[in-house]
């Protein structure tokens, strides 16, 4: 495990370093950094370095064979209610731990914190169940999805302007660094007892995940007639406060998902010792290493968003899509369940996709999004004038391309919306938005959503492109053997 583990920090300094080189760039030239403030994020870049590593490490070992050991069971030999209710209840008990979640819910007025927290709770759980009657009955993944967000677009009609940015914002803080690997393993191991479609069905829960809570949120600002939504105060962390914070915010995540699995194992799975063993180290690494990951981009990236993010707007505003766009592709780079699935996608499709695609695609998506942010913070265009087209060209192409690509795709929207995203995105175009007079609500409060989209669209297009080209193949070989068959005259 110690060669895995070097891997493992020599992968996430090549990742982190791009996004660490821009913004010392940026605070010591265009946007200047309080001292203390840029030494706090260079510490807090060596612990993003270490935190990646250790959790992408815990997630090999732990996440998601416990994932995939459970969802291979339940498949097996539990009846089709069970596994319902064993996923609706997964999903909410998941969800409601997500830190992010909570910080989303104290910035909606007019609404019960706890009440939006159950009410997205629930919307994972719902759609969590409905991923897996799609696997189940062979339900096609662009058919419900389109309906799905079909839905979505439709409520938006009846609702405030002011709730759609924040509906979608809340599909996106769902699917956290230890939800995203536990249920998408946890979808391989039902797929995998499908056969001949297991790879099509190994992807796809996290796309579900991220849909329901934007569905159900809207229905329930609709009922409530809430029409409004207000920045909260950012927490300023230290570093001893942070890690007692997230030292006990990630065991409660963790926390289900390790009693779940010691039921499983004691009545059910009865796996070795030796594989138990390495499953608890797994569990320990994923602990330290998401702790570490937290502390990091909350005492060091949150504040630097923010100063960034003002000091373009103020000074150097034509300069905000272009720099946005660069960070954008570098922050994807960084953000540990995004190598999870690259990783994942690259062992279910035998390297056929390779890993390094899929977090490159991913990157340019996230690239794309933040260059859309800073335009709608420049222009104030409504998020629907640039969600509405996106969406409808993804779902045009979900029935274009290859049926793997689908689920992979939106899957890729999911883990795209991480603590990077809510801690440093987020922070740098509220920080624009102010100092260029927008609304928070209706120019801020989105980002998130656009950072799901984009990557979504770039690999239905990689897909469609890797289709296009399997095809050209395909039509030379048969060229070739055309050429091949020789006819043979006789002469006297």
């Known amino acids: 495990m110690g060669n895995a583990l070097f891997h493992k920090l020599k992968e996430s300094f090549l990742s982190i370093l791009p996004i660490t080189i821009i913004v010392i760039i940026l605070g010591v030239t265009l946007t200047p950094l309080p001292a203390k403030t840029l030494i706090n994020f260079v510490i807090c870049c060596v612990l993003l370095i270490v935190g990646i590593a250790l959790f992408t490490l815990g997630a090999d070992t732990a996440m998601l064979p416990i994932g995939q050991h459970m969802g291979g069971y339940l498949s097996k030999k539990s009846k089709p209610f069970g596994l319902v209710l064993f996923c609706f209840v997964l999903g909410v008990v998941i969800t409601i731990a997500e830190p992010d979640l909570t910080v989303l819910a104290s910035q909606i007025s007019s609404i019960n914190s706890w009440l939006f927290i159950v009410t997205v709770s629930v919307?994972?759980?719902l759609f969590l169940v409905l991923g897996i009657l799609r696997i189940l009955f062979k339900w096609k993944f662009n058919l419900v999805i389109a309906i799905c967000y079909g839905l979505v677009f439709l409520l938006t009609i009846f609702v405030e302007a002011g709730i759609v940015p924040v509906s979608f914002d809340s599909g996106s803080v769902t699917t956290g660094p230890i939800s995203v690997p536990f249920i998408m393993a946890f979808g391989l191991g039902l797929a995998q007892t499908r056969g001949s479609s297991a790879k099509e069905d190994s992807f796809g829960l996290i796309g579900f995940a991220s849909c329901g809570p934007i569905l159900v949120v809207m229905i329930l600002m609709w009922i409530m007639g809430v029409n409004s939504a207000e920045p909260a105060v950012s927490e300023n962390l230290n570093f001893l406060t942070a890690t007692l914070k997230y030292l006990k915010e990630v065991l409660i995540i963790l926390l289900p998902i390790a009693v779940l699995f010691v039921l499983f194992q004691i009545f059910a799975l009865k796996l070795p010792r030796k594989e138990i063993t390495r499953i608890i180290i797994g569990l320990i690494y994923t602990y330290i290493g998401i702790t570490i990951f937290l502390v990091g981009v909350n005492v060091g990236f949150l504040p630097v968003g923010t100063i960034i993010g003002e000091g373009l707007a103020q000074n150097y505003s034509y300069l905000l899509i272009p720099i946005c766009a660069v960070i954008g592709f570098c922050m994807a780079?960084?953000?540990?369940?995004?190598?999870?699935?690259?990783?994942?996608?690259?062992?279910?499709?035998?390297?056929?996709?390779?890993?390094?695609?899929?977090?490159?695609?991913?990157?340019?998506?996230?690239?794309?999004?933040?260059?859309?942010?800073?335009?709608?913070?420049?222009?104030?265009?409504?998020?629907?004038?640039?969600?509405?087209?996106?969406?409808?060209?993804?779902?045009?192409?979900?029935?274009?391309?290859?049926?793997?690509?689908?689920?992979?795709?939106?899957?890729?929207?999911?883990?795209?919306t991480g603590a990077i995203a809510t801690t440093f995105a987020l922070p740098l175009i509220m920080g624009a938005t102010v100092k260029c007079g927008g609304s928070l609500m209706l120019d801020a409060f989105g980002t998130l959503a656009f950072v799901a989209i984009a990557p979504i669209l770039v690999v239905l297009v990689f897909g469609l492109i890797y289709k296009i080209g399997l095809n050209r193949t395909q039509n030379k070989d048969e060229e070739l053997k055309g050429l091949k068959r020789v006819d043979i005259i006789e002469y006297d």
């Not at 335009?375 to 409808?392: D, E, F, G, N, Q």
């Open 123 to 125: 919307g994972v759980g």
């Open 333 to 416: 780079m960084v953000e540990p369940a995004v190598h999870v699935l690259a990783k994942q996608i690259q062992t279910v499709t035998n390297s056929i996709v390779k890993k390094k695609t899929i977090i490159f695609c991913i990157a340019t998506g996230v690239c794309v999004a933040l260059a859309l942010c800073a335009v709608r913070v420049l222009t104030h265009i409504s998020i629907l004038w640039i969600l509405i087209p996106a969406y409808a060209i993804t779902i045009i192409l979900s029935f274009v391309v290859p049926k793997l690509f689908v689920g992979m795709a939106y899957d890729s929207g999911g883990v795209a």
